[in-house]
């Protein structure tokens, strides 16, 4: 049979009722975390945004810098000058 004492280690062992999570705070834990994810996503998303736009500018950059060069070497050669490359 179980005594006052045996009683007491099982109550100090298992969860109260108060220390158990309810169905309400595992919904309210799972919107919180639908939001963070969608905050995510949102951040992910304009960073992408971001990162195609330097993306389309560095090639855009690139190929002016081609074209400068080639005007460079086009002048240096109509005024006698070897062109580097």
Wanted: hydrophobic share 40%.
């Amino acid at each position: 049979m179980l005594d006052d004492k045996d009683i007491q280690k099982l109550l100090d062992v298992f969860a109260t009722r108060a220390e158990v999570a309810t169905k309400d705070d595992l919904h309210a834990m799972r919107s919180e975390l639908d939001q963070k994810l969608d905050d995510l996503l949102t951040a992910i998303d304009a960073y992408a945004v971001k990162a195609d736009a330097y993306m389309q500018e560095t090639v855009m950059l690139g190929n002016q810098l081609n074209r400068h060069e080639r005007w460079i070497d086009e002048l240096a050669t109509k005024a006698g000058h070897k062109p580097n490359s």
